[in-house]
C-alpha cells in the first residue's frame, strides 16, 4: 500500500529536476536554477519531517509492544 512517504521519496527528485529544468528552459543559469531546485527539494523534506511527521502508531513492529520486548534470559 503506498503511503505519504513514498509520494515524498518521489517527489524530491522530481522536485530538484523539474524546478531545475524548468528554470533551466526559462533562461536562469545553471548553478542558479539548480540552487533554487534543491531549496524546492528541501522544502519537501521539511514538510515530511516536520508538518506530517512520522508518528510511531502508523506502523506496527515489534518494539511497539512492551510485551514482545526480549530480555537476556529468553
Known amino acids: ?3 505519504y512517504y513514498d509520494y515524498v521519496l518521489v517527489l524530491i527528485p522530481g522536485v530538484l529536476l ?5 528554470l533551466s528552459v ?3 543559469p545553471l548553478l542558479s536554477a539548480l540552487f533554487v531546485g534543491s531549496g524546492a527539494a528541501a ?3 521539511a514538510h515530511a519531517l516536520f508538518v506530517r511527521a ?3 502508531g502508523e506502523r506496527r513492529s515489534v518494539d511497539a509492544h512492551p510485551d514482545s520486548r526480549r530480555t537476556d534470559s529468553d
Open 18 to 22: 523539474g524546478v531545475t529544468t524548468a
Open 26 to 28: 526559462y533562461g536562469i
Open 54 to 56: 512520522p508518528t510511531v
Open 1 to 3: 500500500m503506498v503511503c
Open 43 to 45: 522544502l519537501v523534506v
